[in-house]
């Protein structure tokens, strides 16, 4: 089968450091944080950052400059994927300093949800502009999908040019107001998905387990990490290392290999090591 390549989404904009100790929020917690879940299997670390005072949502450029730039230097086999989402009212402008950083890999969103905590909006405009800043600059976008029509839209995207191949899909499942996390739902994706595109899935919560299960049994790949999941059982606080180790476990039971990060580089049609530009845009 093929390999299965292990995305560990750390920080999120939701969870909090009173309630999770565990969770990285400072530059330091977030860098040491993926270095121990590259060791123990991950491929790509899904970065948010906080603001240094109040531990919240942010899009401060300079910390997400300092987490990219100190993983290449300490740790530079690792995939580092920087978050564009835009929960808690974030602009647009601020919204785009994960991409000014000049990425490997950034989360891209093609379309809104209504979030309980508020919309998630992402004019045709915006996520037009992103995917051609993308496109310029070599930047592999994970195409975030909380409903379907974000799957058609990437798809339309994809004729016009904007998002060449392979496309590579993240189906959240689980989010309140959005898809659900059920079988049937990743059996209707899987039915849109272009040739030639990868897919990895991401449970929220209690079900992430059932997700990787799912994922791994249908050759896609996984997502975990606290941003989704802050338990390791019922009542028991997880680490971004417990749950990427017991995803590797998983892969082992039903005979999947987990790829490097250069092999998931392979699969997702990206530059080996070495080859990009990586300096910070001023754009």
């Known amino acids: ?50 603001d240094r005072v109040t531990g919240k949502n942010s899009h401060d450029i300079e910390q997400f400059r300092e987490i990219k730039e100190t993983l290449e230097a300490k740790c530079p086999d690792l995939i580092v994927q920087l978050s564009t989402g835009g929960r808690y009212d974030a602009s647009e402008e601020d919204r785009d300093n994960a991409l000014r950083c000049l990425p490997e890999m950034a989360s891209y969103c093609p379309g809104s949800s209504a979030f309980p905590t508020g919309a998630y909006v992402n004019r045709v405009e915006y996520y037009t502009a992103q995917a051609k800043f993308m496109l310029e600059h070599n930047i592999k976008p994970e195409i975030e999908v909380f409903d379907t029509n974000m799957m058609s839209n990437a798809i339309n995207l994809h004729k016009e040019g904007l998002l060449t191949g392979p496309l590579y899909f993240d189906f959240v499942m689980g989010v309140k107001n959005t898809m659900p996390a059920t079988m049937s739902q990743l059996g209707y994706l899987l039915t849109m998905l272009p040739e030639g595109a990868e897919w990895n899935l991401a449970g929220v919560a209690g079900m992430q387990i059932s997700t990787i299960l799912w994922a791994m049994g249908a050759g896609g790949h996984v997502r975990v990490g606290l941003e989704d999941n802050q338990y390791l ?39 080996p090591r070495g080859m990009r530009k990586t300096e910070a845009s001023d754009t």
């Open 1 to 50: 089968m093929k390999k299965v390549i292990i995305t560990c989404a750390l920080t999120g904009s939701v969870p909090s450091k009173e309630k999770f100790p565990a969770l990285p929020i400072t530059v330091d917690e977030i860098v040491n944080d993926a270095i121990a879940v590259y060791e123990a299997g991950a491929a790509v670390v899904h970065v948010h950052v906080r």
């Open 233 to 271: 059982y019922k009542g028991v606080k997880a680490t971004n290392v417990q749950l990427v180790e017991r995803a590797v476990r998983i892969a082992k039971e039903v005979g999947r290999e987990v790829a490097t990060p250069d092999e998931a580089r392979i699969m997702l049609g990206m530059e």
